[in-house]
Every structure is written in structure tokens, then in C-alpha cells.
């Protein structure tokens, strides 16, 4: 997995915890084209994923308003891949929605050099 860079707060962030027993290549089709779609819609940041071997998966998605979470969650493709989820893939999944106010990273530089960079208030 690779952080997402930092964005100016605020925003917001879908966070997507599920359990996957069996990961199949439908499962692996249908959510790179929820990806694809993703990055096509207004707002649309970045996403992070990890995934356990025993099938834990948390996926944050982040947006500019929550105006584009709303949309992106009604669109068609993604209600299908929605549905298909609960009939097929997954034992279980949570979503949350959070406004991200402020964030703050550490980086090790070229130098060797920590360099800490804080957004929002």
C-alpha cells in the first residue's frame, strides 16, 4: 500500500471496512472498475487499500465535498457493484464518512532529514 499525498482540508473521507473469505477474480475485476470509475468523478481525491490474509480490508477513499461521496455512491456501475457485494463477495462490510478538518505527515527526505508537514488549523 502507498499513502495518498496529503489535500488541503477540509474534505472528506469514505472509509470502507469489509471481510472478503474468498478472493475471486470477479472480485478483483469489479473493484478495479469501481477504481477506474472513481477516478473519472468531479471531486474524487485519491483511495488508499490493504487487505489481510485472513480477508480483512479497509479502503479510504477521499473527496472534495461530500456533494461527490453522495454521487459517486448513487451512480449505477457503482450501486451494481454495491449489490453484488452483499450477494457474492463480502461476509460483512462498514462504510463511514468522515470531514477531514486537519492532517499532519512525516517524511524522511533525500537528506536524511525528517521533514513533519501539518494542513488545516
Excluded: C
Amino acid at each position: 500500500m502507498t499513502a495518498s499525498p496529503l489535500f488541503v482540508p477540509p474534505y472528506y473521507s469514505v472509509i470502507f471496512t469489509s471481510l472478503l473469505p474468498e478472493h475471486t477474480k470477479e472480485y478483483g475485476e469489479t473493484s478495479d472498475k469501481i477504481y477506474e470509475l472513481a477516478q473519472t468523478q468531479r471531486g474524487f481525491l485519491a483511495m488508499d487499500s490493504v487487505r489481510d490474509a485472513a480477508g480483512h480490508g479497509v479502503t479510504i477513499s477521499y473527496w472534495r465535498t461530500e456533494d461527490d461521496v453522495i454521487k459517486f455512491r448513487k451512480i449505477a456501475e457503482h450501486r451494481h457493484a454495491q449489490q453484488s457485494g452483499r450477494n457474492t463477495f463480502y461476509e460483512r462490510y462498514e462504510v463511514r464518512v468522515a470531514k477531514v478538518e486537519k492532517e499532519y505527515a512525516w517524511r524522511r527526505k533525500a537528506d536524511g532529514a525528517g521533514e513533519y508537514v501539518k494542513r488545516g488549523p
